[in-house]
């Protein structure tokens, strides 16, 4: 069984699609309702509020990361600000976790606004980082990357899938 953890965990929706084939070993959301909801969705677990206070190296180990990282940054409702919003800079949590623990695979969930975002240079950004960095860094190619726009009850989301 693949050991995953869940960051923007919200109420616990990217888990639930993966239903009983993850163990979640760690979980992270700030707010305080979505995290009533999520142990009221999956028991009572501990759940870590604020991800940019947590280092790194005291997360378990993992396989398999989730995110669903905020979207107002990127979403044609919002105001756009991509990176210069401190909502859209939590990516960069993401990819400090991923730099430190290179789990197997990764998916991260966003909505469609992201692909177009200042002229796709936030995804472009985004894809660099996740990738070519890593695989840099290691001198292989770890990952393959993989994106949808798929539409969820009306509503199109961006979902990344990473795997080595």
Do not use: W
Not at 33 to 45: I, L
Not at 65 to 70: S, T, V
């Amino acid at each position: 069984m693949l050991k995953a953890i869940d960051l923007f965990a919200g109420i616990g929706g990217i888990r639930l699609a993966f239903g009983d084939n993850i163990e979640t070993v760690f979980i992270s959301e700030i707010d305080k309702f979505a995290r009533q909801t999520y142990r009221a969705n999956f028991g009572d677990v501990e759940i870590q509020e604020d991800i940019t206070q947590m280092n790194e190296n005291d997360i378990p180990d993992f396989d398999l990361l989730l995110a669903g990282f905020p979207c107002q940054p990127f979403s044609n409702a919002g105001l756009k600000k991509g990176f210069e919003d401190t909502r859209g800079t939590l990516f960069f949590d993401i990819a400090r976790i991923l730099k430190a623990k290179q789990p197997k695979a990764f998916l991260l969930e966003n909505v469609k606004g992201l692909l177009t975002h200042d002229k796709g240079k936030t995804f472009g950004t985004i894809k660099y980082i996740a990738v070519k960095v890593y695989n840099k860094k290691f001198h292989k190619d770890k990952y393959s990357y993989e994106y949808n726009l798929i539409n969820k009850i009306n509503n199109d989301a961006v979902v990344n899938i990473m795997s080595c």
